[in-house]
């Protein structure tokens, strides 16, 4: 991956992909699969800035899987690869 570090409490999270069969056995075309809400997390900012100047670290790192929001975050595209940059605040749930 390339050098990125997101700023603040940005993460950058790479989709993890669905399932494409559905449970019956039949296989699901991409165009009707909805973007999944499950990730990893490649890089974490260095935390939330406060109002009183400190600053809140992550409670997320690097290699966590990690459930978030259907729309959230920006999508782009580095060295051909897709990844979603979301505020901290976007994710739900690490997964174990």
């Given at each position: 991956?390339s050098n990125?570090?997101?700023l603040?409490d940005?993460v950058v999270?790479?989709?993890?992909?669905e399932?494409?069969?559905s449970a019956g056995g039949?296989?699901i075309p991409?165009?009707?699969?909805?973007?999944?809400?499950?990730?990893?997390?490649?890089?974490?900012?260095?935390?939330?800035?406060?109002?009183?100047g400190?600053?809140?670290?992550?409670k997320?790192?690097a290699g966590?899987?990690?459930l978030?929001g259907?729309?959230?975050?920006?999508?782009?595209k580095?060295?051909?690869t897709?990844?979603?940059?979301v505020?901290?605040?976007?994710?739900?749930?690490?997964?174990?």
């Amino acid at each position: 991956m390339s050098n990125i570090k997101p700023l603040y409490d940005r993460v950058v999270i790479k989709r993890m992909e669905e399932e494409k069969m559905s449970a019956g056995g039949i296989v699901i075309p991409d165009s009707a699969t909805e973007k999944p809400i499950k990730g990893e997390v490649v890089a974490v900012g260095e935390g939330k800035a406060l109002d009183n100047g400190s600053v809140r670290a992550p409670k997320v790192k690097a290699g966590d899987k990690v459930l978030f929001g259907k729309y959230s975050g920006t999508e782009v595209k580095l060295d051909g690869t897709d990844y979603l940059v979301v505020k901290e605040d976007d994710i739900f749930a690490v997964l174990g």
